[in-house]
């Protein structure tokens, strides 16, 4: 299983992004799928759930990312998408993108399947 992140990179304040994660593996169906940023120095642990899409579809997002972040799945493809938008200085991190295990409860217990990460840098 692997799951790789891309469209990382550097914009201005203001500014947007979309970051892709491509699963091979497995599918994202029946998965929970996930968007998560960590700052520079910190821990995995010390982050962040940026956006959510559950079993059932359902949308969740950080009060950070609401209104702006926007989180998507191609499952014919198997692709995770992360719109960013209307960036700033904070959104400054790494985003790693992460699944669940497959099943059919819309609760997202766990992510054993983790990207590497893509870095977002927001010059102000």
């Known amino acids: 299983v692997q799951l790789v992140e891309s469209g990382g990179g550097s914009v201005q304040t203001g500014g947007s992004l979309t970051l892709s994660c491509v699963a091979s593996?497995?599918?994202?169906?029946?998965?929970?799928t996930t968007w998560f940023r960590q700052d520079t120095g910190k821990k995995r642990e010390e982050g962040e759930e940026?956006?959510?899409?559950?079993?059932?579809?359902?949308?969740r997002y950080a009060d950070s990312a609401n209104g702006r972040f926007t989180i998507s799945q191609d499952n014919a493809k198997n692709i995770l998408y992360l719109h960013m938008y209307n960036l700033q200085p904070e959104g400054r991190a790494m985003y790693s993108c992460?699944?669940?295990?497959?099943?059919?409860?819309?609760?997202?217990?766990?992510?054993?399947?983790w990207g590497r990460g893509a870095q977002v840098t927001v010059a102000s």
């Open positions: 992460a699944t669940s295990g497959s099943g059919w409860s819309s609760e997202c217990d766990s992510y054993p399947y």
């Open positions: 593996g497995l599918t994202y169906n029946r998965r929970c």
């Open positions: 940026v956006s959510r899409l559950d079993r059932k579809g359902a949308l």
